[in-house]
């Protein structure tokens, strides 16, 4: 199935991912942690509207509250197989996805791609550098939103010392700081290093 989509699209695509996926546990949590590493749907669709002359947008994602952008494909998976065949592919240029599991799974077959960063994640503890493991991933991770960046919360059940539910008193501006502008911008260095990447193979 994955093969006969593939063979579909008659360009080359990016594939994304949204982070809306819940588990069990989230569900469990009194805040659901992963809501906080969601980027805006209307900055998402901005990215899509000015890319979509070069490249198909295809989603991948695993539950059934996902939301649909328009001018995308989407592919709901169970497991990762499929999303792996997705990455493997030739005609996939690259991800592009908050920090969820795509960007681990890209490293793993040295896919390139583009992280955001948010909800108190960092890529210096989960992130995976070009100059330590050759993975041409790039970060968007904005030091200047927050003081207190590398929270790491809020994270399951997790509660302050009256035993509410914690909520970050900045308004979550690690991720409503990232604009379109520096996605827009990362894409690019990102095709400008592929380009040369590709000239240098033929040229040997």
């Known amino acids: 199935q994955i093969s006969n989509f593939i063979d579909s699209i008659n360009k080359p695509f990016i594939l994304f991912h949204m982070g809306m996926d819940i588990n069990s546990s989230d ?75 795509l960007p681990h799974l890209a490293a793993a077959i040295k896919k390139p791609g583009i992280v955001m960063w948010m909800g108190g994640g960092s890529p210096f503890i989960w992130g995976w550098k070009k100059e330590w493991h050759k993975i041409n991933h790039h970060h968007v991770f904005n030091l200047h939103s927050c003081e207190i960046m590398f929270c790491r919360r809020p994270g399951h059940f997790d509660t302050d010392n009256s ?16 604009t379109v502008g520096q996605i827009l911008n990362e894409v690019e260095k990102l095709e400008f290093e592929l380009e040369n990447s590709n000239n240098s193979q033929i040229s040997l």
């Open 163 to 178: 035993g509410r539910s914690w909520i970050c008193d900045r308004d979550y501006n690690c991720g409503k700081s990232i």
């Open 27 to 101: 569900m469990m949590s009194p805040l659901n942690y992963r809501s906080f590493k969601i980027w805006s749907i209307q900055r998402w669709q901005e990215i899509v509207d000015k890319l979509s002359d070069k490249y198909q947008f295809v989603q991948v994602y695993s539950n059934q509250f996902n939301p649909e952008l328009k001018n995308t494909l989407s592919v709901k998976v169970d497991n990762l197989n499929p999303v792996l065949q997705l990455l493997e592919h030739k005609k996939c240029k690259f991800f592009l996805s908050v920090d969820t599991y």
